[in-house]
């Protein structure tokens, strides 16, 4: 081959070279732009208010569990569950749903001691003091289906201040831990349940990074701690059920958000709303590299809306201990045609709170047997079967704090 023929194919190739970079620089720019609107906002972007339809731009996930499998009259789900080997060690702590109704009502002071009140299956009181509904508000045009001041990644905070503290940093939330809209009536009313015990610091941390993100989302809410009094097992879903009670007696809330006390939410777009699905917020944790540990996982913080929490009976009051109470109500989701939807992952961020495991909440041996069972427990397992004593409510600055008693010898085992 002559110098001529090598000078040509070296021109060639550049030509090539050329091209190819020019190619390249168009399709990635086309590919950012068209990721713009799931901006994180890291530190240094521009853009401070990322704009978003709740359910729309933010594509939210459904997840199908596959179809039950009929064996004689119980029906076991085929899908997938897991062992606590994904090595969560920490507290998995965790209420009967009963709409506002005609009743005793009951005058609540700011602080209450030792109510020793048993409360059972089906029983119907109104807590006056928290019922302030939005009828103040009458007059205020709806708040936007997207809230305006969202922005979008945060800066968590990992330090815990005193909860006066917070309430101080947070002028316009209410004793007991309640917020309304000021400029506007809001489009969800949700009570946040958060099942505990002993775990102060953790619910500093918490109700700190809450409150201000709560706020910015434009929501009616409320935060509410279900702490289970010594002695006895922990027992996080019927912490949940219990939860969920207290919160309906005392306000007309639309959903629940059952939420751990040591997850803090890493973006604001992560919108806590009622849903028309029950949604799984926390798909993406550190502790799993922000990957989802499998498919049907439900557990961490969650939504539903009333009417769905009480035809799945709310959660099944059986698990005590760590382990399986989440798998099972992924189940009765999936027995009652409903679907778990998630935001996307790079929105749907947490932080988990380091902690050492806890004596009184070793993990449940009988968990896999009580999976093979949810079916013919759900009936009569749940909000139907709750037998608590409430021994303490205090109204303090970030939250309503409900103590309660939960014996194991009270609940029954069968129908």
Same mark, same amino acid.
């Given at each position: 081959?002559? %110098?001529?023929?090598?000078?040509?194919?070296?021109?060639?190739?550049?030509?090539?070279?050329?091209?190819?970079?020019?190619?390249?620089?168009?399709?990635?720019?086309?590919?950012?732009?068209?990721?713009?609107?799931?901006?994180?906002?890291?530190?240094?972007?521009?853009?401070?208010?990322?704009?978003?339809?709740?359910?729309?731009?933010?594509?939210?996930?459904?997840?199908?569990?596959?179809?039950?499998?009929?064996?004689?009259?119980?029906?076991?789900?085929?899908?997938?569950?897991?062992?606590?080997?994904?090595?969560?060690?920490?507290?998995?702590?965790?209420?009967?749903?009963?709409?506002?109704?005609?009743?005793?009502?009951?005058?609540?002071?700011?602080?209450?001691?030792?109510?020793?009140?048993?409360?059972?299956?089906?029983?119907?009181?109104?807590?006056?003091?928290?019922?302030?509904?939005?009828?103040?508000?009458? %007059?205020?045009?709806?708040?936007?289906?997207?809230?305006?001041?969202?922005?979008?990644?945060?800066?968590?905070?990992?330090?815990?201040?005193?909860?006066?503290?917070?309430?101080?940093? %947070?002028?316009?939330?209410?004793?007991?831990?309640?917020?309304?809209?000021?400029?506007?009536?809001?489009?969800?009313?949700?009570?946040?349940?958060?099942?505990?015990?002993?775990?102060?610091?953790?619910?500093?941390?918490?109700?700190?990074?809450?409150?201000?993100?709560?706020?910015?989302?434009?929501?009616?809410?409320?935060?509410?701690?279900?702490?289970?009094?010594?002695?006895?097992?922990?027992?996080?879903?019927?912490?949940?059920?219990?939860?969920?009670?207290?919160?309906?007696?005392?306000?007309?809330?639309?959903?629940?958000?059952?939420?751990?006390?040591?997850?803090?939410?890493?973006?604001?777009?992560?919108?806590?709303?009622?849903?028309?699905?029950?949604?799984?917020?926390?798909?993406?944790?550190?502790?799993?590299?922000?990957?989802?540990?499998?498919?049907?996982?439900?557990?961490?913080?969650?939504?539903?809306?009333?009417?769905?929490?009480?035809?799945?009976?709310?959660?099944? %009051?059986?698990?005590?201990?760590?382990?399986?109470?989440?798998?099972?109500?992924?189940?009765?989701?999936?027995?009652?045609?409903?679907?778990?939807? $998630?935001?996307?992952?790079?929105?749907?961020?947490?932080?988990?709170?380091?902690?050492?495991?806890?004596?009184?909440?070793?993990?449940?041996?009988?968990?896999?047997?009580?999976?093979?069972?949810?079916?013919? $427990?759900?009936?009569?397992?749940?909000?139907?079967?709750?037998?608590?004593?409430?021994?303490?409510?205090?109204?303090?600055?970030?939250?309503?704090?409900?103590?309660?008693?939960?014996?194991?010898?009270?609940?029954?085992?069968?129908?």
């Amino acid at each position: 081959m002559d %110098n001529c023929t090598k000078l040509k194919l070296f021109n060639l190739l550049l030509v090539l070279c050329i091209v190819n970079f020019f190619l390249y620089r168009f399709f990635a720019t086309s590919s950012q732009s068209s990721l713009s609107t799931l901006s994180m906002n890291e530190p240094g972007d521009s853009e401070q208010n990322p704009k978003l339809q709740i359910d729309n731009i933010l594509s939210i996930q459904n997840i199908d569990f596959p179809a039950s499998k009929s064996s004689g009259s119980t029906h076991d789900i085929g899908f997938q569950t897991r062992d606590s080997t994904i090595t969560d060690k920490r507290d998995h702590s965790g209420s009967l749903t009963i709409d506002p109704a005609p009743g005793k009502v009951e005058d609540t002071k700011q602080t209450y001691q030792n109510t020793g009140k048993v409360v059972n299956a089906g029983e119907k009181t109104v807590v006056q003091s928290q019922i302030r509904s939005s009828e103040n508000n009458t %007059n205020l045009p709806s708040c936007p289906v997207t809230p305006p001041g969202l922005n979008g990644r945060l800066a968590t905070f990992r330090d815990a201040k005193s909860f006066e503290e917070i309430g101080r940093d %947070n002028p316009l939330v209410r004793p007991g831990g309640l917020y309304t809209p000021s400029t506007c009536t809001a489009q969800h009313r949700v009570a946040i349940v958060v099942p505990y015990r002993n775990r102060e610091e953790h619910l500093k941390i918490l109700v700190r990074n809450l409150h201000p993100m709560l706020q910015r989302q434009q929501l009616e809410y409320g935060i509410y701690i279900i702490d289970q009094a010594l002695p006895g097992r922990f027992n996080r879903a019927m912490l949940m059920n219990i939860g969920f009670v207290e919160a309906m007696k005392r306000h007309d809330y639309q959903c629940a958000i059952f939420h751990d006390v040591d997850l803090i939410p890493e973006d604001d777009r992560n919108i806590y709303s009622c849903p028309q699905q029950p949604r799984h917020l926390s798909a993406s944790i550190d502790k799993f590299n922000y990957k989802l540990p499998y498919a049907g996982i439900y557990g961490g913080v969650s939504a539903i809306n009333k009417k769905q929490f009480h035809e799945l009976n709310g959660f099944s %009051n059986l698990y005590f201990g760590w382990g399986g109470e989440d798998d099972d109500m992924a189940k009765r989701l999936s027995m009652k045609g409903y679907k778990i939807t $998630r935001y996307p992952m790079q929105i749907a961020r947490y932080k988990m709170i380091q902690h050492k495991h806890e004596k009184f909440n070793e993990i449940n041996p009988k968990r896999f047997e009580l999976l093979k069972t949810t079916s013919s $427990r759900q009936p009569w397992d749940g909000l139907n079967s709750l037998v608590y004593t409430v021994q303490d409510v205090q109204e303090l600055p970030t939250h309503t704090r409900i103590q309660v008693l939960i014996k194991e010898e009270d609940l029954a085992t069968r129908p």
